[in-house]
């Protein structure tokens, strides 16, 4: 179900942030673009060769902030990097978050989902070095499609736009 609000306009994703997602505890699914093919040193994991697609990274948050903070955490431009994912910021646009809230840990079941899907490919290692999914990042070269995600996400999803499509933040 669609509980987000829609930006319009030039909305960047500090005011998504602002305005709504929950600082609550929970799970999320966070949406990158990438427009190039390029490869992007990802820590000591190694390098990732980025394609232009959709990059899916699997998430949850249970510390201060809950999923706002997280979130908020991932689309900052920074120097520190602390997660996987803060390595593919140099290279692709977060342009979407899907959430469900509460103290359930999803983010296990819902990479194993994707890691299943048609035409998503995993990446393995990725973002999962403290449990035993295969990955949390997933690439698909067009858009996931929400309802059927939706549909085995084990609880209400919102979606928030982080920015619009064709003006997203700069990387």
Same mark, same amino acid.
Request: hydrophobic letters at 30%.
């Given at each position: 179900?669609?509980?987000?609000?829609?930006?319009?306009?030039?909305?960047?994703t500090e005011s998504s942030l602002e305005r709504g997602i929950a600082r609550q505890p &929970?799970?999320?699914? /966070?949406?990158? %673009?990438?427009?190039?093919?390029?490869?992007?040193?990802? *820590?000591?994991?190694? !390098?990732?060769?980025?394609?232009?697609?959709?990059?899916?990274?699997?998430?949850?948050?249970?510390?201060?902030?809950?999923?706002n903070a997280r979130v908020a955490r991932h689309c900052r431009e920074t120097?520190?990097?602390?997660?996987?994912?803060?390595?593919?910021?140099?290279?692709?646009?977060?342009?979407?978050?899907?959430?469900?809230? &509460?103290?359930?840990? /999803?983010?296990? %079941?819902?990479?194993?989902?994707?890691?299943?899907?048609? *035409?998503?490919?995993? !990446?393995?290692?990725?973002?999962?070095?403290?449990?035993?999914?295969?990955?949390?990042?997933?690439?698909?070269?067009?858009?996931?499609?929400?309802?059927?995600?939706?549909?085995?996400?084990?609880?209400?999803?919102?979606?928030?736009?982080?920015?619009?499509?064709?003006?997203?933040?700069?990387?």
């Amino acid at each position: 179900m669609y509980r987000g609000q829609k930006t319009s306009g030039r909305e960047s994703t500090e005011s998504s942030l602002e305005r709504g997602i929950a600082r609550q505890p &929970g799970t999320y699914l /966070l949406i990158l %673009r990438a427009d190039s093919s390029q490869p992007v040193r990802v *820590g000591r994991w190694g !390098v990732l060769d980025v394609h232009p697609g959709y990059y899916l990274y699997v998430g949850s948050a249970f510390g201060p902030g809950g999923v706002n903070a997280r979130v908020a955490r991932h689309c900052r431009e920074t120097e520190r990097r602390h997660w996987h994912v803060d390595y593919l910021r140099d290279v692709a646009s977060p342009i979407e978050v899907w959430c469900g809230y &509460g103290s359930r840990d /999803l983010e296990h %079941r819902w990479a194993e989902f994707l890691g299943d899907m048609r *035409g998503i490919s995993s !990446v393995p290692g990725f973002g999962c070095s403290d449990c035993k999914c295969e990955s949390h990042l997933f690439m698909s070269p067009g858009r996931l499609d929400f309802e059927r995600f939706s549909s085995v996400a084990g609880t209400e999803l919102e979606i928030w736009p982080l920015c619009v499509v064709d003006e997203c933040i700069k990387h």
